[in-house]
C-alpha cells in the first residue's frame, strides 16, 4: 500500500469514527466542550496483545475514494487500546507480548513475555463475541480519544468491562507497570 493510500484511510478512519462519536448538530448550533460518553455495538475481531484489541463496528457510510468516486463502507475496523472504566478513565496495562530488551535480567525478560501471552490469551476468550464500546466523553476532538493510532475506551461483554476482568484475573495492571490485580 502506498503512503498516500495509508495517508486516505486513516483520513477515511477518522472521517468515519469522527461521525460515529460526534454526529453534526441538527440545528446548525456550535458543539459544547462538553462531549458525553458514547456507547456503541460492536464485534471483537482481534487481539493485539492483553490490552489491545480490534472490533468491528456496523456502519453504513459512503466515502470518496482517490478517483473521486465513493465507496460504501458496512464495518469499520478499530484498532482500541483498553481502559478499565470510560467514565474515569483508569486504564488496563497488560505485560508486552514481546521481549523487552529494557528488562536485562534473563529470566525476569521470559517471566513478562510469559505473562504478556497469558494476558493475550486471556483476551481472545472475547473474540466473536458482541460487545459495547464505550468512548468517554473527554473532548468533542477526536485526536484527544487516540495513543499510538488506538481509540482509548472501555470495551464490555455481556455488561463486564474486560479490562476491569483482566486487572480482577491478574493478567493487568490499573498501572503502567504496576502490580498484576491491582
Partial sequence: MTTTRILFCRVAVATALSLLLFPPCSSGAERSPAVASVALTCEIVGVVDGDTIDVALPVNLQLPTESGETVDVKTLIVRVRLLCDADSGVGCWAPETHRQSSITNAKAR??????????????EQFIGREAKLIVPGRSNRLVDHFTLERLLAEVRVDGKSIGELAV???HASTTKGGTLGK
Avoid: D, N, Q, V
Wanted: hydrophobic share 35%; no cysteine; proline share 0%.
Fill in 110 to 123: 521470559e517471566a513478562e513475555y510469559e505473562r504478556g501471552i497469558a494476558a493475550k490469551k486471556f483476551a
Fill in 168 to 170: 480482577k484475573t491478574k
